[in-house]
């Protein structure tokens, strides 16, 4: 009986729930690919509603504020009382948003329906990463991988659906995209289902904030430069984003469909550099990343506004790839920095990179109605050249700063 008893707990380790994971997986697919679908279809919607590239900014910001303010609380609210089945409401909001958009005959209208869209973002991103680390079997970095795959999938595919079914078909068939989201929101209902079941009573806080191991004023000092270099990723970001497919047709007379592929090719080498960022800051250390992915890009951004069409692309896909690099470093450094606040980093930072997308987005509209956008991507390349400050970001595996993380 003694070698039974010691057999059993063995036996309960559970194993990562992969049907769950799946669909949560899939589900942040077709979200990221409704958000980046919006995104392409800018150009569209400039020429039939006369918008101003102001007015296209305003629609990020419209967007991406929702979700940037949205999202910290409605994480915060979700670890202290879980709700399932808001998945699929949320994806709900997204829904309502897209065939808002299919029918907007004003900026106003745009506005409304950009903003519904970053609402449902906001309410799904929190709350299906829980729902990721509830079917991890204790595998999170497993469970999380396969979650933000789903996403940076969905957001490469994103500008080649608008190229191949939008553009063609016009505005309203915008529409059809909304069967996405229903078709999620069918999914979020299993997985809300599988939650409400292995969720219990409550959310034991696996962590609780506790002091930092290091001094008071280095810990400040490095979140200000840690702000610095993410002010200056995300607003070179926002650049392309939103404006890559304009810059295309204004420096080379290109289509909006040739300009699709080669935001998706952007959009592609970013989702690659998110995937690769953590594991190689693993291997080499993440002040390091962050160094070559901030800096280290410069060379490029700098070289991109005088190149010629097809250097450009290759520009950009090197662009993209080494900046998206540097976030999950820069994450998982602060993380290191404050042991035990991982929820209130990890909200600060993805808030914080929401946000300064649609600054970015709002600014940079303004600036290009003023100089042109041509210009715009000329200023925008000494962005990277910020990343000079991390210089002044410590080593926190040497000895003295060394973190009791278990490691």
């Excluded at 879980?82 to 998945?87: A, E, F, T, V």
């Excluded at 000079?388 to 000895?399: I, N, V």
């Amino acid at each position: 009986m003694s070698s039974n008893a010691s057999a059993a707990p063995a036996r309960v380790a559970p194993a990562p729930r992969y049907p769950v994971l799946g669909a949560i997986s899939f589900s942040h697919f077709l979200n990221d690919m409704m958000q980046s679908l919006m995104l392409a279809i800018y150009p569209m919607l400039k020429g039939n509603l006369n918008l101003s590239f102001g007015q296209i900014g305003m629609i990020t910001l419209a967007y991406q504020v929702t979700a940037s303010i949205l999202q910290p609380l409605v994480g915060l609210h979700s670890d202290r009382r879980p709700h399932p089945y808001s998945l699929a409401v949320g994806m709900g909001f997204t829904f309502a948003g897209l065939l808002m958009l299919a029918r907007a005959d004003s900026f106003l209208h745009v506005l409304l329906a950009a903003a519904c869209v970053g609402m449902g973002s906001s309410i799904f991103h929190p709350e299906s990463s829980r729902v990721a680390r509830l079917a991890s079997g204790g595998r999170h970095g497993l469970a999380q991988s396969i979650f933000q795959v789903g996403g940076n999938a969905g957001t490469a595919l994103g500008p080649l659906l608008a190229a191949l079914l939008i553009i063609p078909r016009g505005q309203r068939s915008i529409a059809w995209v909304s069967l996405a989201a229903l078709a999620a929101m069918l999914v979020l209902v299993f997985v809300g289902r599988w939650s409400a079941q292995h969720l219990g009573r409550g959310v034991r806080r696996e962590l609780s904030p506790g002091e930092s191991p290091h001094p008071k004023a280095l810990v400040q000092r490095t979140l200000a430069v840690l702000m610095a270099l993410v002010f200056s990723k995300f607003f070179y970001l926002a650049s392309i984003n939103t404006y890559l497919i304009f810059y295309l047709q204004s420096r080379f007379h290109i289509g909006i469909r040739d300009g699709q592929f080669h935001l998706f090719v952007f959009l592609a080498s970013v989702a690659a550099g998110t995937l690769l960022g953590g594991p190689i800051g693993d291997r080499i250390g993440r002040r390091r990343v962050i160094w070559i992915s901030i800096l280290g890009v410069a060379p490029f951004t700098l070289a991109l506004p005088w190149v010629g069409l097809g250097t450009s692309m290759v520009l950009t896909t090197i662009i993209g790839f080494t900046l998206a690099s540097a976030f999950p470093a820069m994450v998982v450094y602060a993380q290191e920095l404050l042991p035990g606040r991982v929820g209130a980093v990890s909200g600060l930072f993805f808030g914080l990179a929401f946000g300064l997308g649609g600054i970015g987005a709002a600014v940079l509209g303004q600036l290009a109605d003023a100089v042109g956008i041509v210009d715009v991507y000329r200023i925008c390349a000494f962005l990277p050249l910020i990343g000079l400050l991390a210089y002044f970001l410590p080593d926190l595996r040497t000895p003295h700063l060394e973190t009791t993380d278990g490691c």
